[in-house]
């Protein structure tokens, strides 16, 4: 009995180191990939990659893996019953081989099934992404910030002198047909909320929240954004003219419903001054495609000038061919000044879309290798089983069965264990939907298309590692295996 021990103990050390092996081999390889694909921004990125604690971490996995999967295999051979095993003519039976091999296949499919589950959700929510149009025309187009010294400008009209010199700088370049400026915005970040409420509609009229930016009077007019009704800002929209606004659409509707704003005569809470809507603009959606448009209000920015902002160029040629040129010309207007995040404005987006694109393909890795180790589970349990039942076997079709019979058989067999671990793992994925939710764009964690698209892949994989135990239980020689016995 020593000796089994010792025989069964080794067979799987041996396996599990050279598991080991190869998954280090495949994950040096898996990782420089995935460094590749990481989008900038994520922590301790440098860090990531194979070292000393990795290695020791492989091989403290290894040892214990080659030590405790051999064990309930090797004290179940050190239990044999000699007499019982010689009379049955087999050392195990096929229930028995069945038994724990069954639910680990059970598992290693529900598992499965689970990383496909939200690998299959947030490739529906790229594909969502990856629709999403802002509402202009995103090509041909340079966005920078940069930031005045509050050193050197100290008060808002030096602000506001200081970029009307850049815009007029940047509106020169060749190849640049309009240049806007705004605070912040839905693509760049960063934005501010107020209350509003009408101008004169008594105390109890209730405020609305709104987010705010200031811009130029070419801003919209350089995106292209659509003006809905009234006018763009203005020459005289300056600094110490009546407060103007304009507003989107969706505030407009929240509001005044389809009456016409222009005109009409806002208050913002703890304002000491009415304010005046010149116009209504068009909604930019928000970048998370399914979520409505907010309520926003926007400001000349010669009435309320920060010393931050960001500037966006409408050019007729390739955009980033202009960022030198654009660095010349704002260390020309003051040394001082530095373009920041300089890029295009497709690049911004696919910039937006690499924190998603590389969550998909992560989990994707991890659900097609958890769907790999189900499917040799499957095969491997049907082996086993069939190995065991090779004497039944062979007296069924002694007795006449059909080798149809057989296939159904052991088919029906595999595809018991899967169908119960997808349906393990459905319960599993319904049960952490709500922990998914912040991850995805336009789908719902429970879609039942994908889990109806997915749970059909597990299935046909799952029959397809069936296949090759079940065909192979056709082939048994009832004649080979009673001389067996």
């Known amino acids: 009995r020593g000796a089994l021990f010792r025989l069964v103990a080794a067979e799987g050390f041996v396996l599990a180191a050279v598991g080991g092996v190869v998954g280090l081999l495949v994950a040096a390889w898996a990782a420089d990939g995935l460094l590749r694909l990481m989008p900038n921004g994520l922590p301790r990125v440098?860090?990531?990659?194979?070292?000393?604690?990795?290695?020791?971490?492989?091989?403290?996995?290894?040892?214990?893996?080659?030590?405790?999967?051999?064990?309930?295999?090797?004290?179940?051979?050190?239990?044999?019953?000699?007499?019982?095993?010689?009379?049955?003519?087999?050392?195990?039976?096929?229930?028995?081989?069945?038994g724990l091999r069954g639910g680990l296949v059970v598992f290693e499919v529900a598992t499965a099934f689970l990383l496909a589950i939200g690998a299959g959700l947030l490739a529906r929510s790229f594909t969502t992404l990856l629709r999403w149009q802002p509402g202009f025309e995103r090509t041909h187009l340079l966005t920078f910030w940069t930031l005045a010294s509050p050193g050197t400008y100290k008060d808002a009209p030096s602000v506001a002198a200081l970029f009307a010199r850049v815009e007029g700088e940047l509106r020169s370049l060749p190849g640049v047909s309009g240049v806007g400026m705004v605070s912040s915005g839905a693509l760049f970040g960063g934005e501010e909320t107020g209350e509003f409420a009408l101008d004169g509609a008594g105390g109890g009229e209730p405020f609305l929240a709104a987010r705010w930016y200031d811009m130029s009077a070419t801003y919209f007019p350089t995106l292209g954004v659509a003006l809905r009704r009234g006018r763009f800002f203005g020459a005289a929209d300056r600094a110490g003219a009546p407060p103007v606004a304009l507003i989107n659409e969706t505030m407009a509707r929240r509001l005044f419903g389809v009456a016409d704003p222009v005109g009409r005569r806002l208050r913002e809470r703890n304002g000491d001054r009415a304010i005046e809507?010149?116009?209504?603009?068009?909604?930019?959606?928000?970048?998370?495609?399914?979520v409505a448009a907010q309520p926003e209000i926007y400001w000349p920015y010669a009435q309320r000038p920060r010393w931050a902002s960001y500037f966006v160029l409408r050019t007729s040629g390739e955009p980033a061919t202009l960022a030198q040129a654009v660095e010349s010309r704002l260390a020309s207007v003051d040394p001082d000044l530095r373009p920041g995040r300089l890029q295009t404005?497709?690049?911004?987006?696919?910039?937006?879309?690499?924190?998603?694109?590389?969550?998909?393909?992560?989990?994707?890795?991890?659900?097609?290798?958890?769907?790999?180790?189900?499917?040799?589970?499957?095969?491997?349990?049907?082996?086993?089983?069939?190995?065991?039942?090779?004497?039944?076997?062979?007296?069924?079709?002694?007795?006449?069965?059909?080798?149809?019979?057989?296939?159904?058989?052991?088919?029906?067999?595999?595809?018991?264990?899967s169908g119960a671990g997808v349906a393990i793992g459905a319960l599993a994925a319904l049960g952490v939907s709500r922990f998914a939710t912040a991850l995805l764009y336009g789908v719902r964690a429970t879609d039942p298309l994908t889990y109806g698209l997915v749970g059909c892949l597990v299935l046909v994989a799952a029959a397809t590692a069936c296949l090759i135990p079940a065909r192979r239980a056709t082939r048994v020689d009832p004649m080979t295996s009673f001389r067996g016995e």
């Not at 492989?58 to 214990?64: E, G, I, K, N, P």
């Open 277 to 290: 809507i010149v116009g209504v603009v068009a909604d930019i959606p928000p970048f998370t495609p399914g």
């Open 345 to 417: 404005m497709d690049d911004l987006v696919a910039a937006k879309l690499a924190r998603p694109r590389f969550q998909m393909i992560l989990i994707g890795v991890f659900a097609t290798l958890a769907l790999t180790l189900a499917l040799v589970g499957v095969y491997g349990v049907l082996a086993a089983s069939v190995a065991a039942r090779t004497r039944e076997l062979g007296v069924r079709l002694a007795l006449g069965a059909s080798t149809g019979q057989l296939l159904g058989l052991v088919f029906h067999q595999g595809m018991l264990l």
């Open 46 to 98: 440098t860090h990531v990659g194979l070292d000393g604690r990795v290695l020791g971490f492989t091989l403290v996995l290894t040892v214990a893996v080659g030590t405790l999967a051999p064990l309930l295999p090797a004290l179940r051979a050190m239990r044999l019953d000699l007499t019982s095993a010689l009379k049955q003519g087999q050392p195990t039976g096929w229930r028995s081989a069945l």
